[in-house]
Protein backbone atom coordinates (compact mmCIF):
# COMPACT_ATOMS: atom_id res chain seq x y z
CA UNK A 1 0.00 0.00 0.00
CA UNK A 2 1.15 3.31 -0.70
CA UNK A 3 1.79 5.65 1.59
CA UNK A 4 -0.15 8.87 2.60
CA UNK A 5 2.33 11.88 1.01
CA UNK A 6 2.59 14.72 4.01
CA UNK A 7 4.20 18.41 3.13
CA UNK A 8 4.66 20.89 6.07
CA UNK A 9 5.64 24.35 5.60
CA UNK A 10 5.59 27.77 8.13
CA UNK A 11 4.18 30.93 7.26
CA UNK A 12 5.14 33.95 10.04
CA UNK A 13 5.61 31.86 13.09
CA UNK A 14 7.89 30.46 15.74
CA UNK A 15 8.97 26.96 15.17
CA UNK A 16 6.71 26.06 18.45
CA UNK A 17 3.90 23.87 16.19
CA UNK A 18 6.53 22.01 14.45
CA UNK A 19 8.26 21.34 17.27
CA UNK A 20 5.19 20.21 18.63
CA UNK A 21 4.68 17.64 15.70
CA UNK A 22 8.51 16.53 16.09
CA UNK A 23 7.28 16.12 20.24
CA UNK A 24 5.24 13.51 18.89
CA UNK A 25 8.27 11.28 19.88
CA UNK A 26 8.05 7.93 19.39
CA UNK A 27 4.59 7.76 17.87
CA UNK A 28 6.08 9.46 14.66
CA UNK A 29 7.58 5.73 13.84
CA UNK A 30 4.31 4.35 13.83
CA UNK A 31 2.76 7.23 11.37
CA UNK A 32 5.97 6.87 9.14
CA UNK A 33 4.59 3.27 8.15
CA UNK A 34 1.73 5.01 6.39
CA UNK A 35 2.97 8.41 6.11
CA UNK A 36 5.77 9.83 3.60
CA UNK A 37 6.92 13.53 4.62
CA UNK A 38 7.74 14.91 1.43
CA UNK A 39 8.59 18.38 2.36
CA UNK A 40 9.27 20.85 5.50
CA UNK A 41 10.82 24.07 6.46
CA UNK A 42 13.20 21.29 8.46
CA UNK A 43 14.09 19.18 5.32
CA UNK A 44 15.91 20.03 1.94
CA UNK A 45 12.78 20.03 0.20
CA UNK A 46 10.99 22.95 1.31
CA UNK A 47 8.25 22.68 -1.14
CA UNK A 48 5.21 20.19 -1.87
CA UNK A 49 5.86 18.35 -4.70
CA UNK A 50 4.13 19.50 -7.85
CA UNK A 51 2.27 16.29 -8.13
CA UNK A 52 1.11 16.94 -4.98
CA UNK A 53 0.39 15.38 -1.50
CA UNK A 54 -2.92 14.44 0.43
CA UNK A 55 -2.18 16.44 3.69
CA UNK A 56 -0.87 19.52 3.56
CA UNK A 57 -0.11 21.24 7.02
CA UNK A 58 0.62 24.91 7.47
CA UNK A 59 1.82 26.83 10.85
CA UNK A 60 2.07 30.53 11.11
CA UNK A 61 -0.40 33.39 10.01
CA UNK A 62 -0.68 35.18 6.72
CA UNK A 63 2.02 38.05 7.01
CA UNK A 64 3.45 39.31 4.19
CA UNK A 65 3.25 38.65 0.41
CA UNK A 66 5.51 35.50 0.83
CA UNK A 67 3.17 33.80 3.09
CA UNK A 68 0.16 34.19 0.47
CA UNK A 69 2.41 32.47 -1.97
CA UNK A 70 3.34 29.51 -0.02
CA UNK A 71 -0.40 29.16 1.46
CA UNK A 72 -1.58 29.27 -2.12
CA UNK A 73 0.99 26.62 -3.22
CA UNK A 74 0.39 24.36 -0.75
CA UNK A 75 -3.43 24.48 -1.48
CA UNK A 76 -3.01 24.01 -5.13
CA UNK A 77 -0.58 20.78 -4.30
CA UNK A 78 -2.88 18.88 -1.16
CA UNK A 79 -6.23 17.34 -1.14
CA UNK A 80 -6.37 18.21 2.42
CA UNK A 81 -5.25 21.14 4.23
CA UNK A 82 -4.45 21.50 7.95
CA UNK A 83 -4.17 24.85 9.68
CA UNK A 84 -2.02 24.20 12.69
CA UNK A 85 -1.37 26.41 15.58
CA UNK A 86 -3.41 29.48 16.61
CA UNK A 87 -1.54 31.90 14.71
CA UNK A 88 -2.64 29.76 11.36
CA UNK A 89 -5.94 29.59 12.37
CA UNK A 90 -6.15 32.84 13.99
CA UNK A 91 -3.68 35.03 13.13
CA UNK A 92 -2.56 34.54 16.89
CA UNK A 93 0.49 36.80 18.46
CA UNK A 94 1.54 37.68 14.88
CA UNK A 95 -1.67 39.63 14.79
CA UNK A 96 -0.91 41.69 17.46
CA UNK A 97 0.39 43.89 14.31
CA UNK A 98 -3.19 44.91 13.80
CA UNK A 99 -3.29 46.99 16.83
CA UNK A 100 -0.81 49.43 16.00
CA UNK A 101 -0.32 48.74 11.37
CA UNK A 102 2.02 47.70 9.94
CA UNK A 103 4.22 50.86 9.32
CA UNK A 104 4.45 51.45 13.48
CA UNK A 105 5.14 47.94 14.03
CA UNK A 106 8.21 48.12 11.54
CA UNK A 107 9.61 51.99 12.66
CA UNK A 108 8.94 50.49 16.23
CA UNK A 109 10.66 46.87 15.25
CA UNK A 110 13.62 48.37 12.87
CA UNK A 111 13.91 52.03 14.21
CA UNK A 112 13.03 52.58 17.76
CA UNK A 113 13.58 49.59 19.50
CA UNK A 114 15.89 50.20 22.79
CA UNK A 115 18.24 47.45 21.17
CA UNK A 116 18.68 49.03 17.26
CA UNK A 117 21.28 51.26 16.47
CA UNK A 118 21.49 52.61 12.99
CA UNK A 119 18.07 50.87 12.54
CA UNK A 120 16.34 50.38 8.78
CA UNK A 121 13.37 48.78 8.04
CA UNK A 122 14.44 46.10 5.61
CA UNK A 123 13.61 46.37 2.31
CA UNK A 124 14.39 43.66 -0.19
CA UNK A 125 12.96 42.34 -3.08
CA UNK A 126 13.76 38.64 -2.03
CA UNK A 127 11.44 39.72 1.54
CA UNK A 128 7.65 39.13 1.06
CA UNK A 129 5.62 42.44 1.45
CA UNK A 130 4.15 43.02 4.71
CA UNK A 131 0.32 42.99 4.25
CA UNK A 132 -1.95 45.73 6.22
CA UNK A 133 -3.54 42.74 8.48
CA UNK A 134 -2.09 39.72 9.38
CA UNK A 135 -4.89 37.00 9.11
CA UNK A 136 -5.13 33.16 9.42
CA UNK A 137 -4.64 30.96 6.45
CA UNK A 138 -8.55 30.10 5.65
CA UNK A 139 -8.91 34.34 4.56
CA UNK A 140 -6.57 33.51 1.68
CA UNK A 141 -7.11 29.54 0.86
CA UNK A 142 -9.86 26.85 1.63
CA UNK A 143 -8.79 25.10 5.23
CA UNK A 144 -10.21 21.81 5.39
CA UNK A 145 -9.06 21.53 9.27
CA UNK A 146 -8.42 23.61 12.38
CA UNK A 147 -5.73 22.48 15.08
CA UNK A 148 -5.49 25.31 17.05
CA UNK A 149 -3.00 25.69 19.85
CA UNK A 150 0.12 27.73 21.09
CA UNK A 151 1.26 25.35 19.84
CA UNK A 152 -1.16 22.43 19.47
CA UNK A 153 -0.44 19.58 21.87
CA UNK A 154 1.46 16.57 20.34
CA UNK A 155 -1.61 14.43 20.73
CA UNK A 156 -3.73 16.60 19.06
CA UNK A 157 -1.23 16.38 16.01
CA UNK A 158 -0.90 12.51 16.41
CA UNK A 159 -4.80 12.09 16.88
CA UNK A 160 -5.92 14.66 13.86
CA UNK A 161 -2.76 12.72 11.59
CA UNK A 162 -4.33 9.21 12.83
CA UNK A 163 -7.66 10.06 12.03
CA UNK A 164 -7.14 11.57 8.44
CA UNK A 165 -5.37 8.00 7.83
CA UNK A 166 -8.05 6.22 9.22
CA UNK A 167 -9.83 7.73 6.19
CA UNK A 168 -11.55 10.07 8.83
CA UNK A 169 -12.36 13.80 8.85
CA UNK A 170 -11.69 15.05 12.31
CA UNK A 171 -13.75 18.14 12.51
CA UNK A 172 -13.59 18.82 15.49
CA UNK A 173 -11.06 17.99 17.54
CA UNK A 174 -12.06 16.89 21.45
CA UNK A 175 -11.37 19.59 24.25
CA UNK A 176 -8.77 17.47 25.94
CA UNK A 177 -6.12 18.03 22.57
CA UNK A 178 -6.67 21.77 22.94
CA UNK A 179 -4.08 22.79 25.71
CA UNK A 180 -2.22 26.05 25.94
CA UNK A 181 0.93 25.72 27.73
Wanted: with cysteine; aromatic share 4%; glycine share 8%.
Amino acid sequence: MAKVKVATDWLAACAGCHMSLLDIDERIVQLLEAVEFTSSPVTDLKHPPEDGVTVGILTGAISNTHNVEVAKRMRERCKILIAVGDCATFGGIVASRNLVGTEAALKRAYLEAESVVDGVIPDSPELGMPLDVVTGVDKVVKVDLFIPGCPPSADALFYALSELLAGRMPVILPPEHFKYD
